[in-house]
């Protein structure tokens, strides 16, 4: 059986998941679409971040903030989402926590939402559908400010 030696070009990238500590970043992912939400968490888990928690809408990730905050360096929320949306989600867990590190998830054509996202205190914004380097991109961007 080969192993992964027999493979030495297999993912030679350094994780970017990792802070200077060597521990994984934790996110919180919010997106009311599931395939979306698993999407984001391969691309990022597989660059060695770890996924603290999930929600499907604004209501549900101020709940998972509330019980996961100290392991939570990071959420990803997308704008338009049943119930709460992303946006006034934003102003709950920007008003809790202003120091939080949010990026929003949008769709294409949706500028007017996240320029108001970015106002409200969101630190990046990523367009979809999702292209693996660009999130990787702007995550590690973000998180290095």
Known sequence: MRTKADYPNINPAEPQGLKHDGSPYGVL???DSMFMAKQLSQILSSSGFRIVATASNGQEALRQYQTHAPAIDLVTMDITMPGMDGITALEHLVRTDPEIV???ISAIGKDDLVKKALLTGAKNYIVKPLDRKKVLERVVQTLNR
Do not use: A
């Open 102 to 104: 949010v990026i929003m």
């Open 29 to 31: 992912i919010v997106d």
